[in-house]
């Protein structure tokens, strides 16, 4: 943006020095130049007061119209200091030149600066505002990405929802992941798949076993060992006896 607002006050300089060259007013060589350079910095330096009231007062937000409406009041302050500051910068430079500046009306330049002060703050605040919606977006992706478990295999790149997984199986030297969609077998062991998943949604009810939480049904036979897990799809799931008070327990909160 800086790089941009360099290039445009370049190109306005020697735009307004060909109209005065063409309306034959006199000047000197450095007088378009301080002009524009002088607006442009001092724009860029109101440019951060609205990115800091963007985030303070954003319009991405259920107030968005209260937000809205202290934007637009900001708008005449952030043409009074664009102003100030700008006049201060070419009175010094006239000064070092031995001249003095004159920024005419001032009623009228006010009016004049702010019709234009007033477009820049809304090209500032709408690209502010876009930056924040694609932040946000980017944001929940990647939250809503570290909820999902990885599965790596010979067809790709799996990512499955914790709440689409019945249960968690061992063979050999696979994995298997029982979800809705199908079984994504992975080369892994239970122990590092279980360092993986999240207690609160899977636990480890045999050697061979993880199950999802949220799919248990009923816990049958707890005289025998193993003692069976009964799901909502009634499915049968072995529970070795290593595990059988962890999940006495969790059974009597969730069923």
Request: hydrophobic share 45%.
């Amino acid at each position: 943006m800086f790089v941009m607002g360099l290039l445009l006050a370049w190109n306005n300089s020697l735009t307004v020095s060909a109209d005065l060259v063409r309306n034959q007013v006199a000047f000197e060589k450095w007088q378009p130049y301080s002009w524009e350079f002088t607006s442009f910095l001092a724009i860029f330096i109101m440019y951060f007061g609205v990115a800091w009231l963007a985030v303070k007062r954003p319009l991405l937000h259920p107030r968005w119209l209260k937000n809205l409406s202290i934007h637009m009041l900001a708008t005449v302050i952030f043409s009074v200091g664009h102003v100030v500051l700008m006049v201060s910068m070419r009175k010094a430079i006239y000064l070092w030149q031995g001249i003095q500046y004159d920024f005419g009306h001032w009623p009228t330049e006010i009016i004049y600066e702010y019709r234009k002060d007033i477009i820049s703050y809304i090209v500032f605040l709408s690209l502010i505002t876009l930056y924040q919606y694609v932040s946000r977006l980017r944001k929940n992706e990647l939250a809503s990405l570290d909820k999902k478990i990885k599965i790596k295999n010979k067809q790709g790149v799996h990512w499955l929802d914790p709440e689409d997984i019945s249960t968690i199986e061992s063979g050999g030297n696979y994995i298997y992941f029982n979800a809705k969609d199908g079984v994504f077998p992975m080369r892994s062991t239970m122990t590092e798949v279980a360092q993986k998943l999240d207690e609160s949604h899977f636990i480890r009810v045999h050697r061979s076993y993880i199950v999802n939480i949220i799919q248990i049904k009923s816990l049958s036979d707890q005289a025998k060992d193993p003692c069976l897990l009964i799901l909502k799809n009634d499915k049968q799931v072995p529970v070795s006896r290593k595990y059988r008070d962890q999940v006495l327990q969790l059974v009597h909160k969730v069923i």
